[in-house]
């Protein structure tokens, strides 16, 4: 580098020596025009432009030495910073030029490398909030490629991160070798780059023989300007959901059966008692004295008591009285019920709100005041289908010795002439949905624990529900049982 640096300074000093020369030339040709004789001038120019080149020479040489080591520091300065280490620093050195110079580096790699650890304390921060997600969360560049995974999805899938990082979208989540079109299907991620608005749906997968269901959210990610940098896949499995769904809506189905049962039974039993009341009267007063008649009282009796046995089939069947009530926490109730309605209340982008009173004590019922709790919230979700504003506010109180726990929607309500009917067996507001069954099985669930339940139009649709608080007595009645 020395040696490099002496040439360039040597082929600088001596080009600027140039300028001396033309001078001098120019005054020797002036001399010979006015004919004096410049050969002592000729003697004199040798001497001189010897004196200049050894000047020249001896200036570089030493200007060349002093700079050498600065210029070698920031070269390797330069390198070192190229491969992305900022924490160098460049040496102080005696020259003042090439201190600024040195202290103008060193400030600039210490500010870049604060933004850098920045940068790298901000990339793990958001790496451990992804991966500390339950839901497997994917990010998806425009051109449908993989840019980030979190750990929840590597592990449930036993992939690599390499191996998922750089790949199509397509290849990962769906194994399929091109994209979704050409497979004869609809791609939603297609859908949020072009308009850029949310969506939701659900996938069904088969993984070792096993049934999953998916439910998909894409959320767009946009820069300054608006443009869709990339999109995120939330991806929930809710087949443990979907099943529980699945078994509430038989429960309902079972208990509009319970409640057709229990209204049967009423009517049956009641008459057949009085019949098996007759069949015995007229038995023990023989008032018919021959064989024939004993033999058809002794078929009325078959006959009463095979109908008897047959609803007290029926009515174990349908579950009727099959548990006694005991101590539950009204707010552990409403959260269970909570837990079930995630998945809709997110897909109905509706705002859940709850204010429990933790003070509120238990009260005497069986688990299926969850059902009646998830079928009120589940109605009130439905109903805010076509509203602007979606909440669902869930409130519990304990007043005096009773619990009171109020859902209250944000939806267009219901016709006052149509509040009396909503606990009616299949009556309901909607076109297409629900059997209307909920709000009946859970009036039947409430009252069925010497509860009540009111519906009240106050910007939207209320239902309040007051059930009697635990008291000594339960507890002691439900020990003794």
């Known amino acids: 580098m020395r040696r490099t640096l002496f040439i360039r300074l040597f082929i600088v000093f001596a080009s600027l020596a140039v300028l001396p020369v033309m001078l001098f030339t120019i005054i020797y040709i002036f001399m ?11 003697l004199y120019f040798m001497g001189f432009m010897l004196v200049l080149i050894s000047c020249s020479f001896i200036i570089s040489y030493l200007f060349a030495l002093k700079t050498e080591k600065p210029l070698k520091e920031l070269g390797t300065a330069a390198e070192i910073f ?74 449930d899938t036993g992939l690599e991160y390499d191996d998922v990082v750089g790949k199509k979208c397509w290849e990962v989540i769906h194994a399929y ?60 499995d ?12 038989e429960s309902e189905k079972m208990a509009a059966l319970g409640r057709l049962i229990s209204g049967l039974s009423h009517e049956i039993n009641n008459p057949l008692a ?13 008032l018919f004295r021959d064989e024939k008649a004993d033999d058809i009282l002794d078929k009325i009796k078959d006959a009463t008591d095979r109908i008897g046995k047959l609803m007290r089939v029926l009515m174990g069947f349908a579950g009727i009285e099959s548990v006694p009530p005991h101590p539950i926490p009204i707010n552990d109730a409403v959260r ?22 933790e003070s509120a004590p238990s009260v005497m019922a069986r688990e299926d005041i969850i059902r009646a709790f998830y079928n009120i919230a589940a109605n009130a979700i439905d109903a805010m289908s076509a509203a602007g504003e979606r909440t669902l506010t869930i409130k519990s109180e304990a007043i005096g010795d009773i619990v009171r726990v109020a859902f209250s929607d944000t939806g267009t309500g219901v016709p006052e002439e149509n509040l009396s ?9 909607k076109e297409f949905g ?10 039947s669930i409430v009252t069925n624990y010497g509860g009540d339940i009111r519906f009240v139009n106050k910007d939207g649709l209320s239902v309040i529900i007051t059930l009697k608080k635990v008291t000594g007595q339960n507890e002691e009645n439900t020990r003794s049982r």
Not at 32 to 42: S, T
Not at 199 to 219: A, D, F, L, M, P
Not at 343 to 353: D, L, R
């Open 177 to 236: 070798t091109g994209p979704c079109e050409e497979q004869g299907l609809e791609c939603h991620l297609d859908e949020v780059y072009r308009d850029g608005v949310q969506r939701s749906t659900t996938h069904i997968n088969v993984v070792e023989g096993k049934k999953h269901i998916h439910n998909v959210i894409y959320t767009p990610i946009r820069d300054k300007k608006g443009v869709i940098n990339f999109v995120i896949e939330d991806i929930r």
């Open 274 to 286: 009085i019949i098996s009341g007759y069949v015995q009267f007229a038995s023990e007063a023989c």
């Open 82 to 155: 190229s491969r992305g280490d900022f924490e160098y620093r460049v040496q102080r050195t005696e020259i003042e030029d090439f201190q600024r110079v040195n202290n103008a580096v060193n400030e600039m790699a210490m500010a870049v490398s604060l933004l850098a650890k920045e940068l790298e304390d901000s990339k793990n921060y958001f790496k451990q909030l992804y991966d500390s997600i339950s839901n497997y969360i994917i990010i998806i560049s425009p051109n449908r490629s993989i840019i980030e995974v979190n750990e929840k999805f590597l592990c």
């Open 32 to 42: 010979q025009e006015r004919g004096v004789d410049p050969a002592g001038m000729k």
């Open 238 to 249: 809710i087949s443990s959901i979907a099943e529980m769904q699945e078994r509430i809506k």
């Open 336 to 357: 269970s019920a909570l837990s079930l309605l995630q998945n809709e209340a997110h897909a109905g982008s509706v705002n859940v709100a709850v204010e429990l009173d």
């Open 421 to 429: 009917r909503l606990i009616e067996p299949f009556f309901t507001t």
């Open 434 to 443: 629900r059997l209307g069954m909920g709000l009946t099985a859970s009036y």
